[in-house]
């Protein structure tokens, strides 16, 4: 298949496209030579590529950011969004797209399912929730990917954060309060590798399985592995106490059942995740 990727350079990019390129022919772009804010160069890139499938994994992901320069937001993740889907109408590709659990909420007391009606709470998940619309609007053949606290080896993550802070001090204050499924970039690409061979349109949850809060998160990382063998003090706290620009829900947990139906399998526990990204870290991968 010929595989257009967008955002190719971003944390999920850089795993995506080496694992697509083994089956597909992939072609990658990123932000330097394609902007997908750009509607003419993303019609005219789309047409002469004239890919099967485009993934656009491209999108202004720094969600207190957001809050601040709204109009970023909005031209990348909404604009942009539809902008890849008129190219991808206009050309019959099929058009995969990834959103996020930022649409929500979080006052769920449940994982949320693909039909819950969305509430964003941040201009990020306003922006990609915007996105989400115009593609349902403009292209028919689209699947929608949402996922969330992804780690991955090419990205900031909170990962690495943990392991960072942990380097230089006695205490890590951790919210305690938000809930939701940290998901590997591997295993991500994965999923996408398997959901490029079935039909499937519409919207689908996808993450690895299990949820935690960001302080579970913190603990895990730690008790996993602690660089400089020290003894670090996690404490949780309160979103409050923390006072980030970005509202984030509470507990955003996606419900992959669907997607769990479609494949056959469920993503694997992200403990199990955590365990390989951070051996692949001692290795120097
Ligand atoms: N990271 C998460 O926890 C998370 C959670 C839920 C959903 N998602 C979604 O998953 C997708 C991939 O996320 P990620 O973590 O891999 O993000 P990322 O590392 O920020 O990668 C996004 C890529 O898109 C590029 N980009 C930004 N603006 C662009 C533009 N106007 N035109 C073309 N490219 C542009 C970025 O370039 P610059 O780096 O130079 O800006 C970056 O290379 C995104 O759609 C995101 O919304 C991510």
């Given at each position: ?183 590997f ?35 895990q990382i730690?008790q996993e592995r ?42 694997r526990p992200w403990k199990e995740s955590l365990k390989e990204y951070l051996a692949g870290?001692e290795?120097?991968?």
């Open positions: 298949m010929k595989v257009l990727v967008l955002g190719g350079r971003g944390m999920l990019g850089k795993d995506l496209v080496p694992f697509l390129s083994a089956k597909h022919q992939v072609f990658v772009r990123d932000i330097d030579d394609f902007n997908i804010t750009d509607l003419e160069r993303v019609q005219n890139e789309i047409e002469t590529l004239s890919p099967q499938v485009v993934i656009n994994a491209a999108a202004y992901t720094d969600v207190d950011g957001c809050e601040s320069n709204p109009g970023m937001a909005f031209s990348v993740n909404a604009e942009g969004a539809r902008n890849v889907a008129l190219g991808c109408a206009a050309n019959k590709a099929r058009m995969i797209h990834l959103s996020t659990d930022y649409v929500f909420d979080g006052s769920s007391l449940s994982p949320y399912r693909e039909e819950d009606p969305p509430n964003p709470l941040n201009v990020y998940g306003l922006s990609k929730l915007q996105g989400e619309h115009y593609i349902q609007k403009i292209i028919q053949n689209h699947l929608i990917i949402r996922t969330q606290w992804l780690f991955g080896r090419h990205g900031k993550n909170f990962v690495d954060t943990i392991l960072k802070l942990a380097e230089r001090q006695e205490e890590i204050r951790i919210v305690n309060d938000q809930k939701g499924s940290p998901t970039t591997i295993d991500l690409s994965w999923a996408i590798g398997g959901l490029l061979e079935k039909e499937a349109t519409g919207i689908l949850h996808v993450t690895n399985a299990g949820a935690c809060t960001w302080y579970e998160f913190a603990r730690l602690n660089p400089a063998k020290r003894k670090v003090q996690l404490t949780p706290i309160s979103s409050t106490e923390l006072s980030r620009p970005a509202k984030r829900p509470a507990n955003s947990v996606l419900d992959c059942h669907r997607f769990e139906n479609l494949m056959g399998q469920k993503m870290k290795d120097g991968k």
